[in-house]
């Protein structure tokens, strides 16, 4: 069965610093990797997504950035954090976009300060 | 474009009914429920497909009007682990890389 990582679970970081977040999925090949952010109380923004290894593409330009080093981790980076980007942070996989089901990893809830 | 959902929010009691809607200004080629509960990732309830195929996993329902690109989700005889928000996603034809999630519905579910 297939199962999807991120880590860590949880981050307090002050503003200006850096950021890495790390995504990992087994029991597939080839998925298609997707970042999205919750903010508090809000819906899911789609950040960066991912068809291949070292393929990303940008939803909202922003101070982040998104890599694909293997085929099956996805990571979200940033060189100077900023107090907007506190949120949750989730990862998700599919097979096929458009007709299979995208599932979700726990998350990482972000606090910048 | 991100999908439109209402209502933004209902209040039932255990039993009840409700209907979640979602629509589109783009032709779709799926929309997919989720149900979030609070302080945990999105959890897959159902997708439909342009077609008419329609795969879930729970005993809720929806419908998926493919000339309007409109879906509804209905719960029916609420209990009260129906509590949580709802969402949306739809792919869209001239994107079908990308689920682009609606805002989201929250339901409480009273005894």
């Known amino acids: 069965s297939q199962t999807i990582h991120q880590w860590p679970a949880t981050l307090v970081q002050p503003v200006g610093s850096p950021l890495s977040l790390e995504c990992t999925v087994e029991?597939?090949?080839?998925?298609?990797l997707y970042w999205y952010r919750q903010a508090a109380g809000r819906g899911l923004q789609l950040l960066f997504y991912?068809?291949?290894?070292?393929?990303i593409s940008s939803e909202v330009p922003q101070n982040l950035s998104a890599s694909r080093p293997q085929d099956r981790q996805f990571i979200l980076s940033s060189k100077k954090l900023l107090l907007s980007d506190s949120g949750f942070y989730l990862c998700a996989w599919v097979r096929v976009t458009s007709t299979d089901t995208q599932y979700f990893g726990p998350g990482t809830r972000l606090t910048v300060l | 474009q991100q999908p439109v959902q209402s209502p933004q929010a209902v209040i039932l009691r255990e039993g009840e009914d409700a209907v979640i809607n979602c629509s589109s200004s783009k032709a779709l080629y799926s929309v997919h429920w989720y149900r979030q509960k609070h302080g945990e990732a999105p959890v897959f309830l159902m997708i439909l497909l342009k077609g008419g195929e329609q795969k879930g996993h729970e005993k809720i329902s929806a419908s998926f009007n493919e000339k309007k690109q409109q879906s509804s989700l209905y719960l029916t005889a609420s209990q009260l682990s129906y509590s949580g928000t709802y969402f949306c996603g739809t792919v869209s034809m001239d994107s079908s890389y990308k689920l682009i999630f609606g805002s989201g519905t929250r339901l409480l579910v009273r005894p």
């Open positions: 029991g597939t090949s080839n998925p298609n």
């Open positions: 991912s068809v291949g290894i070292g393929q």
